[in-house]
T-cell receptor
Framework: EAGVTQSPTHLIKTRGQQATLRCSPISGHTSVYWYQQALGLGLQFLLWYDEGEERNRGNFPPRFSGRQFPNYSSELNVNALELEDSALYLC???????????FGNGTRLTVT | GIQVEQSPPDLILQEGANSTLRCNFSDSVNNLQWFHQNPWGQLINLFYIPSGTKQNGRLSATTVATERYSLLYISSSQTTDSGVYFCAVVRDNYGQNFVFGPGTRLSVLP
């Protein structure tokens, strides 16, 4: 069984640009979660999608947005990039909300 | 919202030593997981343990839900155990997001 896959592995952008990060959940999983982990820090909850709908979002500005597609894959968009957006972005999936989370390997975003 | 604390924040061990990591949470939870983040940033599932005790090789975990804490035991530690250990909880299945603790950074020295 394939795990959660994220692309790209690394992404370098300049301040003010937009970044798009992608996540494919484990087959059969309908819930997708996005977390931000700044260097040396813990995981901060960004967004939760389930059955194509945004179910919850963390304390992040509106320039962080995303969507979930009919095949349950998900996309995270970050507009008007700022230097402090540099972080590891982790995607996780679960078969239903509250069941065990499974994480991808992350996308490391660097904003210069 | 629910608060999650982990202790100790940092731990340095010699290879072969045993250790206990603790996770305290401020409210009742439906799900508790332990993860290991390796030096490359990968988060590995260790245990899904909202209550009771589980063992997997050299690792075991116990959650006492009524007292709102969980313990992760690592026996005969190896250098590959180095990294950050996180616990994560979710209060219910109806819209609360998973909350992660700040982590315990473990360094196992050869």
């Amino acid at each position: 069984e394939a795990g959660v896959t994220q692309s790209p592995t690394h992404l370098i952008k300049t301040r003010g640009q937009q970044a798009t990060l992608r996540c494919s959940p484990i087959s059969g999983h309908t819930s997708v979660y996005w977390y931000q982990q700044a260097l040396g820090l813990g995981l901060q909850f960004l967004l939760w999608y389930d059955e194509g709908e945004e179910r919850n979002r963390g304390n992040f500005p509106p320039r962080f947005s995303g969507r979930q597609f009919p095949n349950y894959s998900s996309e995270l968009n970050v507009n008007a990039l700022e230097l402090e957006d540099s972080a590891l972005y982790l995607c996780a999936s679960s078969s239903w909300h509250g069941s065990p989370l499974h994480f991808g390997n992350g996308t490391r975003l660097t904003v210069t | 919202g629910i608060q999650v604390e982990q202790s100790p924040p940092d731990l340095i061990l010699q290879e072969g030593a045993n250790s206990t990591l603790r996770c305290n949470f401020s409210d009742s939870v439906n799900n508790l997981q332990w993860f290991h983040q390796n030096p490359w940033g990968q988060l590995i599932n260790l245990f899904y343990i909202p209550s009771g005790t589980k063992q997997n090789g050299r690792l075991s975990a116990t959650t006492v839900a009524t007292e709102r804490y969980s313990l992760l035991y690592i026996s005969s530690s190896q250098t590959t155990d180095s990294g950050v250990y996180f616990c994560a909880v979710v209060r219910d299945n109806y819209g609360q997001n998973f909350v992660f603790g700040p982590g315990t950074r473990l360094s196992v020295l050869p």
